[in-house]
């Protein structure tokens, strides 16, 4: 069982945040698409008290970049930031944080700090993180977030040494770079430890599943294309909207197509992933609910880039 480990992705370190990682908004649509592919994702968030230890503000005569010692350990010093309950701390409205399994909290010791999303800076306190991987059955995490120089590369060496295979996938990480090649150290100094590094191209497939749920007159139309194409819509139905969730997909032919009809069905079909980029993705309702928002009028191109038929899975009577 795999885990995607999401690290950080708070608003305080995207371009506008007091502790910007530069690019570190480009990773989001990345995280989003990646997110389903996973048994469980789960998200680290740094929550500091106002009066931490790494900030250069709690040092009067420190700078930011500056570092200093706190309770035996060397202790960078960094911009205010992540401040518990701070709209920096919070998760940018754009990220589907409905994906998310779990949440686990960080640095909120105000005497240490904590980059590794498992343990702090000491190795003393654990967050829980491994424990609760482990009782879930996952023997695998990839990781993806901020700052790749910081608390994703120790949350990686956490995830080693805990007994994780650890992938990191490059593309949907940025870092702080403070020295300029900060980042493609910490790269090469994980692999050489066993991190496997790949990019997110390497872990999604060339095509997308997507199920819709449908009824009876539909169907008719279906087998008259010997389902390879779906049927024009409606005036009055500008969007088309498949899901992304099987689980969705059963619960609106249940709840929608039997009362209208009598009979709801489940399709699958499969699309090229790069045709469904431009297409907005959006989460409704509970965290299964993942919807993609086609135009009517585009629907002739989506036809045209489906792989394979579209198959009826289920089929629901009442
Ligand atoms: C981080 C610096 C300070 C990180 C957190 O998320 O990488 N970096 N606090
Ligand atoms: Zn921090």
């Given amino acids: 069982m795999k885990a995607l480990l999401v690290i950080d992705l708070q608003n305080d370190f995207l371009p506008g945040g007091s502790l910007a990682v530069p690019e570190g908004d480009q990773i989001i649509p990345i995280v989003n698409e990646l997110m389903p592919e996973y048994d469980l994702v789960v998200a680290t ?13 709690n040092h009067p005569g420190k700078e930011i970049g500056e570092t200093i010692d706190l309770g035996g350990l060397e202790q960078i010093l960094w911009p205010i930031h992540c401040i518990q309950g701070s709209d920096g701390a919070k998760f940018p409205d754009e990220l589907h ?3 998310f399994d779990h949440l686990i909290r960080k640095g909120s010791h105000s005497q240490i700090d904590s980059y590794s999303g498992f343990f702090d800076n000491r190795h003393q306190k654990s ?13 695998e995490v990839h990781l993806v977030g901020l700052a790749t ?3 994703v590369k120790f949350t990686a060496l956490d995830a080693l040494q805990e007994g994780f295979e650890v992938t990191l996938i490059q593309d949907a990480c940025r870092g702080v770079n ?24 390497d872990l999604l497939g060339p095509t997308v599943a997507l199920y819709r749920p449908i009824g009876p007159e539909e169907l008719t139309k279906l087998e008259a294309s010997n389902f390879t194409a ?8 500008p969007i088309f909207y498949p899901v992304l969730n099987q689980a969705y997909a059963e619960q609106i032919a249940t709840e929608w197509n039997i009362r209208d009809s ?3 069905y489940v399709t699958r079909f499969e699309v090229d992933r790069n045709f469904l980029k431009p297409y907005p993705r959006k989460i409704v309702g509970g965290s299964q609910h993942e919807e993609l928002w086609i135009p009517a009028e585009d629907l002739e191109e989506l036809n045209r880039h489906l792989i394979g038929k579209i198959e009826i899975i289920n089929r629901f009577e009442t």
Avoid: E, M
Avoid at 45 to 57: L, T
Avoid at 178 to 201: A, C, M, W
């Fill in 149 to 151: 120089d910081y608390c």
């Fill in 262 to 264: 009598g009979t709801g």
């Fill in 45 to 57: 968030q740094d929550w500091h008290p106002a009066d931490h230890g790494s900030f250069a503000s």
């Fill in 178 to 201: 403070l020295s300029p090649n900060d980042v493609p150290k910490t790269i090469t100094q994980l692999k050489n430890k066993g991190v496997k590094i790949l990019k997110s191209g």
């Fill in 97 to 99: 944080t409905r994906r």
């Fill in 230 to 237: 779906w049927p024009p819509r409606l005036p009055d139905q």
């Fill in 127 to 139: 967050t829980g993180l491994s424990d609760l991987l482990k009782r879930k059955g996952i023997t």
